[in-house]
């Protein structure tokens, strides 16, 4: 070959060249038996003895804001006391070495033990005996981590002044399963705790702070229902890795719009590479998937007038009251406060509930966590009057033709219609009313008598405009659609005394405070029914991160009353004397000149399935200004003891909510625009 023939030339420094170029595929060649068969058990050693864990990070939460940006839900850091597993491998150890050695003396101590007894030599099956199990050893690492553990916690405990102690039985379960994370031996520090700790602790073995971002709500029970709660889930969300060895702690929205807009607020999980040994302790670790953060979900919630509506139902009818407040803008269907009594602090699904609070929201006589603004349904009364009016009117009635009430022999002073052979009462005095004094003084028979002459088809087709019995589409996964005869129900067995109850909305008909607002609304804007709308847009956590806000249109019509002009003229001449007439019965929502309210009272029985009266539903449905509408509010108090109407019970309620506005109006805000 020309490489040897080379060779054999006299050329000394060629020989050389030739001579190194052997030499170094020599050493290579030994380096690969090296590797390959001389160390290959020690790579498989320590491949068999390392491993990666996959941890899933979640993301930090969205923020919830209300229209004007003020923080509804945010996160806040807190720092946890956690034991560091990893950093214990030495004490454990040489824990379980000293328990070890005791226990080989004591082995020792029984064998010459029984040798004396015996006066001779044990035999090699008979030391077996005497001999440590593999069970024992166990026991013996067990109590030896025990030991130790206790030991940094009592050191921690001591020099922080808080009493901690440490569950064996989770700390085990924690070892066992995930030893490469913290674990918590005191959660929630506050700010005192990691002053002492950090000034105490110092160069302390074992024990460290572990920060983790936490959902909080800084207003407590303030917009509690709408904005809902969360509840622990650590799962993998759709675009996420479904495969992890460990997960932190996680949450999904249950109910409100930490629900309906979970997967915005939630953000995207990221991913974290552990590289643990044999043992399970990190040796090292490496994020391969930052997390990305939520967004923040701006509500069109004004927090002036939620803060309002839920302190006047509280200074009026008590914490305890069941009560709903919901208040519209009228011009577009924005929901400016929705607020519902009584109700749950959404903190304590993130901190845990003492045991007085479990029981509060245990109790079914209470049920704090029914969202009562669009979750219940409740007869309407004399709220309902409003739409029996409008479907009178436009079948022809003439609003100054007198109806007399008859007085009711049982009752001086009341009135009373008879239809066929049942008599139904009237709260309104016997005498004469057209339409202006019956919507004021809320007369029964006149409804009934006018609501008989037009015929029910036309009073459910109307209905069914207001969109009753169907729900309002608000994103917060609390609510029903109420109750609303069907045509096809109406004409199968319908009674003349079926109509008359739907007449003063009792009977076969059922809405939430919601529907009343939305209906409301639509009376006072000239017909138009609108979508309600709770979400205003949701933005990014970073304005610099360049990422476009997603808005959600205000003024979604969903349906046109298809009513004329006069007859909602008609109707909000006489819902302004309901409150500015010396005999209506709203009187106490009235705020001054500055703003004038239509309003319309209502009361309705609730009752058993025994047909016996076991409470009432109080009702306060207004719009104002009576100029140019624009706020609808709508006030529900349902109660079993306190004797009133809803003049009395829920127009003051209505009145805090109205002055507010009237306040809010002398200074630029974002309630007085039109989006």
């Known amino acids: 070959m020309l490489v040897f023939d080379e060779l054999k030339k006299n050329d000394l420094q060629l020989r050389l060249v030739a001579v190194m170029l052997v030499a170094g595929l020599c050493i290579l060649l030994i380096g690969l038996w090296w590797v390959q068969v001389v160390s290959a058990h020690e790579f498989q050693s320590h491949l068999e003895t390392q491993s990666y864990r996959s941890i899933r990070l979640p993301a930090v939460r969205g923020k919830i804001l209300d229209r004007e940006g003020r923080v509804l839900a945010e996160n806040h850091p807190r720092y946890n006391l956690s034991l560091y597993l990893d950093d214990m491998r030495g004490p454990f150890d040489k824990a379980y070495g000293q328990s070890l050695k005791a226990a080989m003396a004591r082995q020792k101590q029984l064998i010459a033990a029984a040798e004396k007894k015996l006066d001779r030599s044990l035999t090699k099956a008979e030391r077996k005996t005497f001999a440590l199990k593999s069970e024992q050893l166990q026991q013996m690492r067990v109590a030896a981590r025990l030991r130790v553990a206790g030991e940094v916690v009592a050191r921690v405990s001591e020099k922080i002044g808080e009493p901690i102690t440490l569950d064996p039985k989770k700390f085990e379960r924690a070892y066992e399963t995930r030893l490469a994370l913290p674990y918590p031996i005191l959660p929630n520090l506050n700010e005192e705790q990691i002053a002492r700790f950090q000034e105490n602790y110092t160069n302390g073995l074992g024990a460290d702070l572990e920060l983790q971002s936490v959902r909080r709500y800084p207003l407590g029970l303030t917009a509690a229902h709408l904005l809902g709660y969360l509840q622990r889930n650590d799962e993998s969300q759709e675009g996420e890795d479904p495969d992890f060895n460990y997960r932190l702690p996680d949450y999904r929205g249950l109910v409100g719009v930490e629900a309906g807009f979970d997967a915005q607020l939630r953000g995207r999980a990221g991913g974290e590479s552990v590289l643990v040994n044999n043992l399970g302790y990190r040796q090292s670790e490496n994020i391969w998937s930052q997390p990305a953060p939520g967004h923040n979900l701006v509500l069109t919630i004004d927090l002036d007038l939620q803060t309002v509506a839920e302190t006047a139902v509280t200074s009026h009818q008590g914490a305890e009251a069941h009560a709903a407040v919901v208040v519209l803008d009228v011009r577009n269907g924005d929901v400016l406060a929705l607020a519902s009594s009584p109700s749950v602090d959404p903190n304590n699904y993130i901190e845990g509930f003492t045991a007085a609070e479990m ?175 709770l979400a205003a847009r949701i933005e990014p956590q970073d304005p610099a991160a360049g990422e476009t806000a997603t808005n959600f249109p205000a003024g979604l019509v969903r349906d046109e009353l298809g009513v004329s002009a006069r007859s909602l003229r008609t109707l909000h001449s006489a819902m302004l004397a309901e409150t500015e007439d010396p005999e209506g019965t709203g009187k106490a929502a009235v705020v001054g000149p500055g703003l004038r309210i239509c309003g319309k009272t209502g009361t309705a029985q609730v009752q058993d399935e025994h047909n016996r009266t076991i409470g009432h539903n109080y009702w306060f449905a207004s719009f104002a200004p009576y100029e140019n509408p624009k706020y609808a509010v709508v006030v529900m108090v349902q109660s079993t003891t306190e004797v009133g109407f809803g003049g009395s019970i829920c127009a003051p309620i209505a009145h805090d909510i109205y002055e507010s506005i009237l306040k809010k109006q002398t200074a630029p805000s974002v309630l007085a625009m039109s989006h």
């Open 359 to 533: 029981a509060r929201k245990d109790d079914e006589n209470l049920r704090p966590e029914i969202n009562r603004a669009t979750q219940e349904n409740y007869a309407p009364g004399s709220i309902f009057k409003p739409i029996i009016g409008l479907a009178v009117l436009e079948s022809g009635l003439n609003p100054n033709k007198v109806f007399t009430v008859q007085a009711d022999p049982l009752k001086p002073g009341k009135g009373c219609i008879y239809v066929g052979k049942r008599k139904i009462g009237d709260l309104a005095a016997p005498g004469d009313y057209d339409f202006r004094r019956a919507i004021m003084r809320s007369s029964n028979s006149y409804f009934i008598m006018n609501g008989l002459n037009t015929g029910i088809d036309k009073i459910i087709a109307l209905s069914e405009k207001f969109h009753f019995g169907d729900r309002t589409g608000l994103p917060t996964r609390q609510e029903t659609s109420g109750d609303l005869p069907s045509l096809r129900r109406i004409h199968d067995g319908w009674t003349a005394g079926d109509t008359a109850n739907v007449c003063i909305g009792q009977g076969e008909v059922a809405v939430t405070p919601m529907q009343m607002a939305v209906a409301f609304a639509a009376i006072a804007n000239g017909g138009k029914v609108f979508w309600p709308r």
